[in-house]
């Protein structure tokens, strides 16, 4: 059976006609429309492809995405080891070797039909059943790359020299749920994505337009803000990553102090999730990178076989109860994990659960002069 044919979704533009894939950044700064999967870890994929055309969602089509039943989910970290986890932030936390970290759990299934797995599949169903505004699809079988995304988060646009990130610090079933402890946390991660965009921009040019906004997503409420930048004389995309990857928002703060704490508590690699996940159009100076959050992903054995991956955490402060940060990584995946299990399994994850509220795509300008 040959490997379908590659491409990127991102809302509606579709890219098509593979031309190149290249691990350096730089590429972003030559030519041509890129669509980009950066893991947590670092590891860079850059995709160019030769046409882009805004199109329709796609339809669900009936028995495309074969995913797993819902018992076969399982996690790199039980309820018990992330409790454990939670209480030793904290206790670092107390000797003043960081202020947060977010702490994450891998969730993994067996896909019964390995060959249907079709990431593409995955996303219109996400697309009907989850709507993002960074929704995002990158299939790329040859290269390793085959993702589905419903990410909330932006993490960086470019317009020219003008960046932009939007951290989310805080989640609750609605505005209500939001608690002090999740405005400081929100309010501790501007401060260092202020600083992460402050070693890429001109002095001076960083500025937070809206800080710990409330964003309405399907069965959540966020804590937004914005930070903006001007990039500085000489610097681009190689240099405007180096400056801010992994996400602030993601990891935590002192970020270096963070990064250890993460390596040494979670039991499984992140992947493509807490990544960056989006376009570039180089022509046109102008991307658009999401937070690699509510994301699946699939791993293949080489053999024929293959598993979904689907990442979901937490930001963790001295304020973090431990039952309450373990439940809020379930309701973070409920929702998706159902969708990506089937309608037969979805009530039996989320009792009850439908949309409630859905952000409205942002308008086409946004996105700059697209093709």
Same mark, same amino acid.
């Given at each position: 059976?040959?490997? +379908?044919? @590659?491409? %990127?979704?991102?809302? &509606?533009? $579709?890219?098509?006609? !593979?031309?190149?894939?290249?691990?350096? *950044?730089? =590429?972003?700064?030559?030519?041509?429309?890129?669509?980009?999967?950066?893991?947590?870890?670092?590891?860079?994929?850059?995709?160019?492809?030769?046409?882009?055309?805004?199109?329709?969602?796609?339809?669900?089509?009936?028995?495309?995405?074969?995913?797993?039943?819902?018992?076969?989910?399982?996690?790199?970290?039980?309820?018990?080891?992330?409790?454990?986890?939670?209480?030793?932030?904290?206790?670092?936390?107390?000797?003043?070797?960081?202020?947060?970290?977010?702490?994450?759990?891998?969730?993994?299934?067996?896909? +019964?039909? @390995?060959? %249907?797995?079709?990431? &593409?599949? $995955?996303?219109?169903? !996400?697309?009907?059943?989850?709507?993002? *505004?960074? =929704?995002?699809?990158?299939?790329?079988?040859?290269?390793?790359?085959?993702?589905?995304?419903?990410?909330?988060?932006?993490?960086?646009?470019?317009?020219?020299?003008?960046?932009?990130?939007?951290?989310?610090?805080?989640?609750?079933?609605?505005?209500?749920?939001?608690?002090?402890?999740?405005?400081?946390?929100?309010?501790?991660?501007?401060?260092?994505?202020?600083?992460?965009?402050?070693?890429?921009?001109?002095?001076?040019?960083?500025?937070?337009?809206?800080?710990?906004?409330?964003?309405?997503?399907?069965?959540?409420?966020?804590?937004?803000?914005?930070?903006?930048?001007?990039?500085?004389?000489?610097?681009?995309?190689?240099?405007?990553?180096? =400056?801010?990857?992994?996400?602030?928002?993601?990891?935590?703060?002192?970020?270096?102090?963070?990064?250890?704490?993460?390596?040494?508590?979670?039991?499984?690699?992140?992947?493509?999730?807490?990544?960056?996940?989006?376009?570039?159009?180089?022509?046109?100076?102008?991307?658009?990178?999401?937070?690699?959050?509510?994301?699946?992903?699939?791993?293949?054995?080489?053999?024929?076989?293959?598993?979904?991956?689907?990442?979901?955490?937490?930001?963790?402060?001295?304020?973090?109860?431990?039952?309450?940060?373990?439940?809020?990584?379930?309701?973070?995946?409920?929702?998706?994990?159902?969708?990506?299990?089937?309608?037969?399994?979805?009530?039996?994850?989320?009792?009850?659960?439908?949309?409630?509220?859905?952000?409205?795509?942002?308008?086409?300008?946004?996105?700059?002069?697209?093709?």
């Amino acid at each position: 059976m040959h490997p +379908p044919t @590659p491409l %990127a979704r991102f809302g &509606d533009l $579709l890219a098509t006609g !593979l031309r190149d894939v290249t691990d350096d *950044p730089a =590429a972003l700064d030559g030519s041509g429309f890129w669509a980009v999967a950066a893991g947590f870890d670092g590891a860079l994929v850059c995709a160019r492809f030769e046409e882009v055309r805004r199109v329709p969602a796609p339809p669900v089509r009936p028995g495309a995405w074969h995913g797993p039943r819902a018992q076969a989910w399982t996690s790199s970290l039980d309820r018990a080891a992330y409790t454990a986890g939670v209480r030793e932030i904290r206790a670092r936390i107390a000797r003043g070797e960081v202020y947060q970290a977010n702490l994450c759990r891998v969730l993994s299934a067996p896909l +019964p039909d @390995p060959d %249907a797995a079709d990431p &593409d599949a $995955l996303g219109a169903l !996400l697309a009907r059943g989850n709507p993002a *505004p960074y =929704a995002s699809v990158i299939r790329l079988p040859e290269h390793g790359v085959e993702i589905a995304s419903a990410s909330p988060e932006l993490f960086l646009r470019r317009a020219g020299r003008t960046v932009e990130s939007g951290p989310i610090k805080g989640t609750g079933r609605t505005a209500d749920d939001l608690l002090e402890k999740d405005h400081a946390e929100n309010v501790m991660i501007v401060d260092l994505v202020r600083n992460d965009l402050g070693r890429a921009c001109a002095t001076g040019s960083v500025t937070v337009p809206a800080l710990c906004a409330v964003e309405h997503h399907p069965g959540l409420a966020h804590l937004v803000s914005t930070v903006r930048g001007e990039l500085a004389p000489g610097v681009g995309w190689p240099g405007l990553l180096a =400056a801010s990857f992994p996400p602030g928002s993601v990891t935590g703060a002192p970020k270096s102090s963070a990064l250890r704490l993460i390596a040494a508590l979670e039991t499984a690699p992140r992947g493509p999730y807490c990544g960056g996940i989006g376009w570039v159009d180089a022509d046109r100076g102008t991307g658009r990178l999401a937070v690699g959050i509510r994301t699946f992903w699939i791993d293949r054995d080489g053999r024929g076989g293959a598993v979904v991956r689907f990442g979901t955490g937490a930001g963790i402060t001295w304020g973090s109860d431990p039952e309450r940060e373990w439940r809020e990584t379930e309701l973070k995946a409920a929702r998706l994990l159902a969708i990506a299990s089937g309608p037969d399994d979805e009530d039996a994850l989320v009792p009850g659960a439908r949309p409630d509220t859905t952000r409205p795509r942002e308008p086409a300008e946004s996105e700059g002069s697209l093709r």
